[in-house]
């Protein structure tokens, strides 16, 4: 395995420098806002990694092991083979003007990305059972909170108290803490459920963790916590197939069901187009055309 990079005299640019000059050289050249920012936010991830090193001392297994976190986190493979294919462009561009001699990308194997499988919903009576089974809870706050807002599981637990506006009725979702890198704002004034919630716990405006961890006092909530409460939870119900984003499907199924609009759905779930959110519930959204076609005014 190709692992080590021999450095030149002229070999000395960090990733930081590489990735400035990378999306310069793809502006210059005319690519698309949406393959920049894409480009963008691969080597941000990678740097948060690895940290700010020099090109020369990247090798194939920190980006085997970038990899390999991001599938274990909340990323899909499709995300994380974007990644990757970001990674080995840049390190061709670091090649081509002679910073390095190999790319320690190139041997890195193409993901297979296993087909899609259709988003499923928490049903109205296991609801029901997930309410009574998580009440009383340390977990249940954040939990109601991620199936009221549609959040995923890394952004709930990021939110600060400081984010929640309790005047104006918004939780502010930070770009830094966000899969799209985009502020997105929930409103909170039409639901009681969520109102209540947040008016318990947020009694000041600071940069306290709104689910504070009762393991680390003052600490927010961390996403293994949770993940693995709501796992033992799913088994204890019988529902082994759900996972926490089960909770952000049923979320956001449950408003399409109820008639609302695709773009107002996906602008609550902070994707970066609405056609990602169309791709994830196409299997739902055709059931409403013939109720659609009912309204024809004419």
């Not at 090109?55 to 990644?83: A, C, H, N, P, Y």
């Not at 059972?129 to 009440?135: D, G, P, Q, R, V």
């Not at 009383?136 to 400081?162: A, N, T």
């Not at 985009?182 to 318990?200: A, D, V």
């Amino acid at each position: 395995m190709k692992t080590d990079i021999v450095r030149n005299n002229n070999g000395n640019h960090n990733l930081e420098e590489l990735k400035a000059e990378l999306i310069e050289w793809k502006s210059g050249i005319g690519r698309a806002r949406k393959t920049i920012l894409a480009c963008k936010y691969a080597l941000d991830e990678f740097i948060k990694f690895t940290g700010n090193i020099l090109v020369t001392e990247v090798k194939q297994e920190m980006i085997e092991q970038f990899l390999i976190d991001g599938r274990r986190s909340d990323f899909s493979d499709s995300t994380v083979d974007q990644w990757r294919r970001n990674i080995l462009s840049a390190f061709n561009r670091a090649k081509k003007k002679g910073y390095i001699t190999t790319n320690p990308a190139e041997d890195i194997e193409k993901l297979k990305i296993a087909p899609a499988e259709r988003a499923q919903p928490i049903n109205q009576e296991q609801l029901r059972k997930l309410m009574k089974k998580i009440a009383g809870s340390h977990y249940e706050p954040v939990v109601k909170f991620m199936l009221w807002s549609g959040c995923r599981i890394d952004e709930s637990c990021k939110i600060q108290k400081r984010d929640v506006d309790l005047k104006s009725c918004v939780v502010y979702i930070r770009a830094g803490n966000t899969k799209s890198k985009q502020n997105r704002e929930i409103p909170f004034k039409n639901h009681s459920g969520l109102k209540t919630l947040l008016n318990g716990l947020v009694n000041e405006s600071t940069v306290a963790p709104l689910f504070e961890s009762v393991i680390n006092p003052g600490k927010s909530w961390h996403t293994d916590s949770v993940g693995k409460y709501l796992s033992r939870t799913f088994d204890a119900l019988e529902m082994p197939w759900a996972t926490a984003h089960t909770l952000r499907h049923t979320f956001a199924i449950s408003l399409l069901v109820e008639g609302a609009p695709v773009w107002s759905v996906s602008r609550l779930l902070g994707h970066s187009s609405v056609t990602i959110t169309e791709n994830t519930y196409a299997h739902i959204i055709p059931q409403h055309a013939e109720e659609v076609m009912g309204m024809l005014p004419y």
